[in-house]
């Protein structure tokens, strides 16, 4: 009996977070019901579109790519107490630079690719150097200035698009990258495309680098403790100026990923929210690398699901925003369901088993 | 292609110019003035954004389902004061990071709003058009052409936000409630010693500034426009967050630093209709208010401003 407690005790965080997503779409459920919605019906339509066949289950997983590797780049930020929430600004910004150095260069494809991406990185990390100036050298709290910095990328992108590409045919795009710049598709006819390992290289990069290394050590330690990290000689400041950079830079390479394996150039708001997806993810995956996959994978079926349920049963695709905030509200409270949780697997000898697990 | 440089001028710097600054300010004014309460009371409620954008809604519904734009108005604010409440709930009772419910509460409101008004009119992006607030015109102040231009021909919620400051600064520098509330913020434990309870005042701060900030949602979509759409809160709300920081969470700081930016924003409207978009794009002058806030908090925040205790929970077992 113990035994069990132990397990569910130890694994407290992870059960929690599961209980509180459970919760969460207790409630979306409630609110379809309430507005007149059949919930087990936008069940059955959002199972369908997400992974009811082979492409519906690719669709998804191109999706996952982009919302894992801006899920760690909000984890990275957050793991250093720097609250990125400018992914979306500094992902358009990446795409739109790779997608220019995409159909702008001429490269062989082992150069060209690996450039293109690159801009998207460092055009994204540039932008977040902004918030991270203001952070660092002004105090400005970062939640305000990154959200602030998303309109003026947002309208940049439609500025580019619209007058200064010229555009060939009727949406607003720009021309398409060289073939030499695109990433090569897994399953032809599919949209599932070689992102893939892309982003298994920035979750294991992610996870090397914050678990493994002094510089990872020292972020982590910067987002625990700032004022212990301090007094450890670790220099804050540079740390977190380091964070916001390579969040931007993953949320650009996000970016630039999408515009290589999806799109082909950048299409004007090609982004259905990714970057306030991220944050969700990132939350939701206990801000672990490895955990950011399997919420970007809940997140990333909820995105396709969501467009057939929306077609099929009249459920507004704003639900995805909505279901987005509840989670987030859910993941941010569930420190009380800890209090409740671990009363019951402690039971009434709370301090055996307090001694067991601290054994 | 070519313009003239002092007819632009001209055309910019007009009494008008002072009218629509006034008109772009009120919405920032609301929601900045109760973020002012709430983060004196110590609780920094980044959600604004969101409870406006619910407020916007829930008085185009009042007013559209009613008839009458005063119901929408009442709407709004209890509105504003549900997610006030649920926000308190969390960050305050629960002790969450302030920040992340917050933003939650954001996400929530921008979903939430958008869900509604599609499922109750069918159809995405506008609610039909509803019926507006008065607008009030005092025939004796039209030979005053500033007062004429201020006071004239606006909303009628106008002058009560136009008071606002100087209620705050009653409330919070001559009552005993007000001192409680700042000591709240700056010093919980403290107040917790003398017998008042600190997350009563926090319920209480939090729960009014929502109230006035979906007030100023409200006034987005009844009075400035006489509809609903989807995001049309577009930012202000974190414009209002700015404001509370630049004016240094006192009355008539984050009065003026409301202004100025509603100024900036009634600027670049009037930039766009004057300059050609040739010359200067309209995405630029879009993108000024967002940038010229940054550019204000870059170069003016005071490490001072802000009550001590601000996004720190208040525990009472803790020392």
Redesign the interface.
């Given at each position: 009996m113990l035994g069990i407690r132990k397990f569910f005790l130890k694994r407290q965080p992870v059960f929690i977070t599961i209980i509180a997503i459970v919760l969460a779409f207790f409630v979306v459920g409630l609110?379809l019901a309430a507005?007149?919605?059949n919930p087990f019906n936008a069940v059955y339509y959002f199972a369908r579109g997400a992974f009811g066949n082979v492409m519906n289950t690719t669709d998804t997983i191109s999706r996952v790519i982009p919302l894992t590797i801006a899920g760690i780049a909000f984890l990275v930020g957050a793991q250093s107490s720097v609250?990125n929430?400018g992914i979306e600004g500094q992902l358009l910004l990446g795409a739109m630079a790779s997608a220019i150095v995409g159909y702008i260069v001429k490269l062989p494809f082992y150069l060209h690719l690996p450039l293109m991406l690159l801009a998207g990185a460092l055009v994204g990390g540039l932008y977040g150097l902004?918030p991270a100036?203001?952070k660092t050298r002004?105090?400005?709290?970062e939640?305000?200035?990154t959200?602030?910095?998303n309109?003026?990328a947002t309208?940049?992108t439609?500025?580019l698009v619209l007058?200064v590409i010229p555009i060939e045919g009727v949406v607003p795009a720009t021309p398409f990258i060289e073939d030499s710049a695109r990433l090569p598709l897994l399953i032809p006819g599919s949209q599932l495309h070689a992102g893939v390992f892309i982003m298994i290289l920035v979750v294991i990069f992610a996870y090397y680098l914050l678990y493994k290394t002094s510089l990872g050590y020292e972020m982590r330690a910067v987002g625990y403790n700032r004022v212990a990290a301090r007094f450890h000689g670790i220099p804050v400041e540079k740390r977190m100026n380091f964070a916001f950079f390579l969040s931007g830079a993953l949320a650009g390479l996000a970016g630039a990923v999408e515009v290589a394996g999806v799109h082909y150039r950048f299409l004007d708001q090609f982004s259905p929210g990714y970057g306030?997806d991220s944050?969700?993810v990132a939350?939701v995956g206990l801000l672990n690398p490895f955990g950011v996959i399997i919420s970007a994978t809940l997140f990333g079926a909820l995105k396709t699901g969501i467009l057939e349920m929306s077609v099929y049963s009249g459920i507004?695709r704003?639900?995805?925003?909505?279901?987005?905030?509840?989670v987030?509200?859910f993941?941010?409270?569930k420190?009380?369901l800890g209090g409740w949780y671990a009363r019951i697997f402690r039971g009434k000898n709370t301090y055996e088993a307090e001694k067991e697990i601290s054994q | 292609m070519n313009l003239n440089w002092a007819d632009a001028l001209k055309a910019i710097f007009t009494l008008t110019l002072l009218t629509s600054t006034i008109r772009v300010s009120i919405s920032i004014i609301l929601a900045g003035m109760g973020e002012m309460l709430t983060e004196r009371s110590g609780v920094l409620n980044?959600g604004v954004e969101?409870t406006m954008l619910m407020g916007a809604l829930a008085a185009a519904l009042g007013s559209y389902f009613t008839g009458s734009p005063w119901i929408g108005l009442i709407a709004a604010g209890l509105t504003g004061m549900l997610i006030g409440l649920?926000f308190s709930f969390?960050a305050i009772t629960?002790?969450?990071?302030q920040?992340?419910?917050?933003?939650?509460?954001?996400?929530?409101?921008?979903?939430?709003s958008?869900?509604?008004?599609?499922?109750i009119f069918e159809h995405?992006g506008n609610s039909p058009k509803v019926n507006t607030l008065p607008m009030l015109h005092f025939a004796f102040l039209e030979k005053i052409p500033l007062l004429n231009a201020i006071f004239n021909d606006q909303s009628a919620i106008v002058i009560p936000v136009l008071l606002l400051p100087i209620i705050m600064y009653v409330l919070f520098y001559r009552t005993p409630w007000g001192s409680w509330l700042r000591a709240a913020g700056e010093n919980p434990k403290a107040l917790a010693v003398v017998g008042k309870n600190p997350v009563r005042i926090r319920y209480v701060a939090t729960l009014c500034g929502s109230f006035l900030a979906g007030i100023g949602g409200a006034y987005l979509s009844i009075s400035q426009t006489s509809l609903f759409s989807?995001n049309m809160v577009a930012?202000r709300g974190?414009?209002a967050?700015?404001a509370v920081?630049f004016g240094g969470v006192r009355p008539f700081g984050v009065f003026l630093a409301c202004v100025f930016f509603g100024f900036m924003d009634a600027l670049q409207k009037t930039l766009q209709t004057v300059i050609p978009?040739t010359i200067i794009?309209r995405?630029?002058f879009?993108?000024l208010p967002?940038?010229l806030?940054?550019l204000v908090?870059?170069?003016f925040?005071k490490?001072s401003g802000g009550p001590a205790d601000i996004g720190n929970p208040y525990l009472k077992e803790s020392r």
């Amino acid at each position: 009996m113990l035994g069990i407690r132990k397990f569910f005790l130890k694994r407290q965080p992870v059960f929690i977070t599961i209980i509180a997503i459970v919760l969460a779409f207790f409630v979306v459920g409630l609110i379809l019901a309430a507005t007149g919605r059949n919930p087990f019906n936008a069940v059955y339509y959002f199972a369908r579109g997400a992974f009811g066949n082979v492409m519906n289950t690719t669709d998804t997983i191109s999706r996952v790519i982009p919302l894992t590797i801006a899920g760690i780049a909000f984890l990275v930020g957050a793991q250093s107490s720097v609250f990125n929430v400018g992914i979306e600004g500094q992902l358009l910004l990446g795409a739109m630079a790779s997608a220019i150095v995409g159909y702008i260069v001429k490269l062989p494809f082992y150069l060209h690719l690996p450039l293109m991406l690159l801009a998207g990185a460092l055009v994204g990390g540039l932008y977040g150097l902004i918030p991270a100036w203001l952070k660092t050298r002004r105090k400005v709290n970062e939640i305000l200035s990154t959200i602030m910095l998303n309109y003026p990328a947002t309208y940049l992108t439609h500025f580019l698009v619209l007058k200064v590409i010229p555009i060939e045919g009727v949406v607003p795009a720009t021309p398409f990258i060289e073939d030499s710049a695109r990433l090569p598709l897994l399953i032809p006819g599919s949209q599932l495309h070689a992102g893939v390992f892309i982003m298994i290289l920035v979750v294991i990069f992610a996870y090397y680098l914050l678990y493994k290394t002094s510089l990872g050590y020292e972020m982590r330690a910067v987002g625990y403790n700032r004022v212990a990290a301090r007094f450890h000689g670790i220099p804050v400041e540079k740390r977190m100026n380091f964070a916001f950079f390579l969040s931007g830079a993953l949320a650009g390479l996000a970016g630039a990923v999408e515009v290589a394996g999806v799109h082909y150039r950048f299409l004007d708001q090609f982004s259905p929210g990714y970057g306030f997806d991220s944050i969700t993810v990132a939350l939701v995956g206990l801000l672990n690398p490895f955990g950011v996959i399997i919420s970007a994978t809940l997140f990333g079926a909820l995105k396709t699901g969501i467009l057939e349920m929306s077609v099929y049963s009249g459920i507004p695709r704003q639900l995805t925003t909505l279901i987005n905030g509840i989670v987030v509200l859910f993941v941010a409270a569930k420190d009380i369901l800890g209090g409740w949780y671990a009363r019951i697997f402690r039971g009434k000898n709370t301090y055996e088993a307090e001694k067991e697990i601290s054994q | 292609m070519n313009l003239n440089w002092a007819d632009a001028l001209k055309a910019i710097f007009t009494l008008t110019l002072l009218t629509s600054t006034i008109r772009v300010s009120i919405s920032i004014i609301l929601a900045g003035m109760g973020e002012m309460l709430t983060e004196r009371s110590g609780v920094l409620n980044i959600g604004v954004e969101g409870t406006m954008l619910m407020g916007a809604l829930a008085a185009a519904l009042g007013s559209y389902f009613t008839g009458s734009p005063w119901i929408g108005l009442i709407a709004a604010g209890l509105t504003g004061m549900l997610i006030g409440l649920l926000f308190s709930f969390i960050a305050i009772t629960l002790r969450s990071n302030q920040s992340i419910t917050g933003l939650a509460i954001y996400l929530l409101c921008v979903g939430l709003s958008g869900y509604l008004l599609q499922i109750i009119f069918e159809h995405g992006g506008n609610s039909p058009k509803v019926n507006t607030l008065p607008m009030l015109h005092f025939a004796f102040l039209e030979k005053i052409p500033l007062l004429n231009a201020i006071f004239n021909d606006q909303s009628a919620i106008v002058i009560p936000v136009l008071l606002l400051p100087i209620i705050m600064y009653v409330l919070f520098y001559r009552t005993p409630w007000g001192s409680w509330l700042r000591a709240a913020g700056e010093n919980p434990k403290a107040l917790a010693v003398v017998g008042k309870n600190p997350v009563r005042i926090r319920y209480v701060a939090t729960l009014c500034g929502s109230f006035l900030a979906g007030i100023g949602g409200a006034y987005l979509s009844i009075s400035q426009t006489s509809l609903f759409s989807e995001n049309m809160v577009a930012g202000r709300g974190f414009i209002a967050l700015s404001a509370v920081i630049f004016g240094g969470v006192r009355p008539f700081g984050v009065f003026l630093a409301c202004v100025f930016f509603g100024f900036m924003d009634a600027l670049q409207k009037t930039l766009q209709t004057v300059i050609p978009d040739t010359i200067i794009p309209r995405e630029l002058f879009m993108s000024l208010p967002y940038l010229l806030t940054l550019l204000v908090l870059a170069g003016f925040i005071k490490k001072s401003g802000g009550p001590a205790d601000i996004g720190n929970p208040y525990l009472k077992e803790s020392r």
